[in-house]
């Protein structure tokens, strides 16, 4: 059993989740519970890793609006660590601080074929748009847009992703990501792992005001964090029947009773109900709804502003959760760069007779958890004997942080390092030392 005091247990599992939030527009009552909610409800999971991220790339595919852009991610992060992200347990970063996801992406855009591109939804909705009023068919669809499902590419290769909750609209993404990774594996050796699409079947689509599903192109939200008297007035907008008190109310089809019941547990639930049957106001059905949202959302909202007022305090976390997600994707680059040719010129090249797997064959840090609570890492070669062991770390950040200085610094930062840091008995230093001149030479 977890708990919110608990941390994931690495050696459970190597799972790994990872979801992108878009920085465009106000977090809404359909955001939260449709995908905010549920995130941050599986961030305590304790077999997997979560990697979230704030997509502020993406958002310059719809916005070009700067001041937007800047103000929505400072919305959106206070918002998800407001209903309980913790930095500390997940992986939480802005991806325009990660500069090796537009490096990867252009590996894989050197991989993927303009024909699988021409068949993004999101792109061929804008060319049939286009054809449809009789313009050119890309007329006002710039490169960012086609492009979009190779960058998404990377953002989940990168992080060497397993699983990544989407909606349905977002299988193909995902499939794409798919086919980039095997496209570059089968050219480069095996570097990159394959995704796969979560789909969530039971999370909730709200309706909004006016009964359609909650969305900001309808201009029918009800913002996630609005002052309590706003969100009780617009909750009283609700689009309802003409039915008057007394007369019973159908549930089926109720945009208010659909809110309610995302909301409340199945008791309360049934409560409402049988006080539909037995014909509720529609003004105390209303009343209901605000309060058992308030009930939620009041300790959020109090947490929410607070951050607000300390955007500060975001900036840090931010880059707190970028420091920990390059302790990862940078090393892991270097070895992509590598893989594909961009090398230190004074390393002697790979003779073209090795065959495929001699190629591909890498030495490789391991960085886990063991049962005393602590952090270690170990460099394993090609057949996966262990060529060093390290101490055990109080952090992974400072397991992490350890591993980068041998991968940039090879056999002298070993040779500093040996009070924490041991090759292991039987290895010759010449095979580690072979073993950490991979990675110095793979490093940009």
């Known amino acids: 059993m977890m708990t919110k005091d608990s941390k994931p247990d690495a050696t459970a599992s190597t799972t790994r989740f990872l979801t992108g939030i878009t920085t465009t527009g106000t977090p809404h009552l359909g955001n939260y519970v ?141 499939e794409m990501a798919r086919d980039m990774a095997q496209r570059y594996n089968h050219l480069y050796g095996e570097h990159l792992v394959l995704p796969e699409a979560v789909i969530e079947e039971s999370v909730a689509l709200l309706p909004g005001l006016d009964g359609r599903k909650m969305s900001k192109s309808y201009d029918n939200t009800i913002p996630l964090f609005i002052p309590r008297e706003q969100m009780r007035k617009l909750i009283a907008g609700i689009v309802t029947d003409s039915r008057a008190p007394g007369e019973p109310k159908d549930t089926e089809g109720s945009a208010l009773f659909q809110i309610y019941q995302a909301f409340a547990s199945a008791e309360e639930t049934a409560a409402l109900r049988k006080a539909y049957a037995e014909g509720i106001a529609w003004g105390d059905a209303k009343q209901l709804l605000f309060e058992r949202i308030d009930r939620e959302v009041a300790p959020m909202r109090e947490r929410y502003h607070a951050l607000m007022a300390d955007p500060a305090k975001i900036e840090a976390l931010l880059q707190a959760g970028a420091q920990k997600a390059r302790a990862e994707a940078t090393p892991f680059m270097g070895e992509l760069r590598h893989a594909v040719g961009l090398r230190n010129l004074s ?98």
């Open 34 to 174: 449709g995908s905010i909610r549920p995130s941050v409800q599986a961030s305590f999971r304790g077999d997997v890793r979560s990697f979230y991220f704030l997509a502020d790339y993406h958002a310059l595919i719809k916005c070009d609006e700067p001041a937007r852009i800047q103000q929505s991610t400072l919305e959106i992060a206070a918002s998800w660590l407001a209903a309980g992200l913790d930095p500390e347990r997940v992986t939480f970063y802005r991806q325009s601080d990660i500069p090796e996801i537009p490096e990867l992406t252009w590996l894989l855009t050197c991989v993927t074929g303009k024909g699988v591109l021409n068949r993004a939804h999101a792109y061929k909705a804008s060319v049939d748009k286009n054809e449809a009023a009789g313009n050119d068919p890309d007329a006002d669809v710039t490169a960012g847009l086609f492009m979009y499902p190779v960058l998404m590419g990377a953002d989940i290769l990168l992080f060497k992703t397993h699983k990544v909750p989407v909606g349905r609209d977002q299988i193909q993404h995902i």
């Open 347 to 444: 390393a002697k090249p790979a003779g073209a007779a090795k065959s495929k797997a001699a190629k591909t064959a890498a030495p490789a840090f391991k960085q886990y958890r063991e049962k005393d609570g602590l952090f270690y890492f170990k460099l394993q070669d090609a057949d996966a004997r262990v060529l060093l062991q390290s101490q055990g770390f109080e952090s992974p950040r400072d397991a992490a942080q350890m591993m980068t200085v041998l991968q940039k610094n090879g056999l002298q930062a070993l040779n500093e390092l040996q009070t924490k840091v041991q090759i292991s008995s039987g290895i010759e230093s010449a095979e580690v030392a072979a073993a950490l001149q991979f990675f110095v030479d793979a490093a940009p």
